[in-house]
């Protein structure tokens, strides 16, 4: 191990050791606040004790794994101060752990063993209360759910008849589209024909009148 090695190792370790004595200090100072307080109060400062737990071991963790960096004159003296402080981390763990256990401070005047008395009485009417609470509640959410899918098959329902309904108009409108041509067809076919006949009239009158002319040349003709 280099000497640059050596004086970052132990440089590190100072650095955690003197962030784990300030999370010590704060898990000291939740420690009390669980010991002189009760129910919600010890709660918030059970959990603020916990989090401190946890950062403390992970700061241990850091510390055991810089351990081996350390220089070895000074390596006696840095897993002296290492033990002193993983002893009081457990010392403060044990003390955690216990006070979490102790219900009745946990609970406050809410807790008792005792279930004949009042408050114990009052406690499981609470529990009951809220369960009838939580299946009222269970209740209305399942007929808002069957009411949702009711509404969902009734909206289907209407999608599937605007569906057929617009394919009856498309229908309708290709029919009239198609009426249309024939109409159209029809007017051409009759203007066709119209012009037909006016032909023929005009042919008609023109024959005739060409007869006309040759039987008054005729009778002329046998007059003369």
Known sequence: MSLVDADA?????SGYEADLKLVQADLNQQIEVIKESTGEPRKAAISK???????AEELIDQMRLEKSNIPANLKSKSNARFRNLEHDLDEAKRKVQSY?????KLFGD???DNPDTDAQLEQRQQLLSGTDRLQRSSGRLTAAQRMALETEEIGAGTLSDLSRQREQI?????RLLESEGYTDRSIKTLKGMARRMATNRIITIAIITVLVL???????SKFR
């Open 214 to 220: 040759l039987i008054i040349a005729v009778i002329y």
């Open 170 to 174: 498309v229908n309708t409108r290709e």
């Open 100 to 104: 979490s256990s102790d219900r009745s």
């Open 110 to 112: 809410r807790y008792t």
């Open 49 to 55: 004790a916990e989090r401190a737990l946890e950062e």
């Open 9 to 13: 190792g132990t440089e590190r370790f």
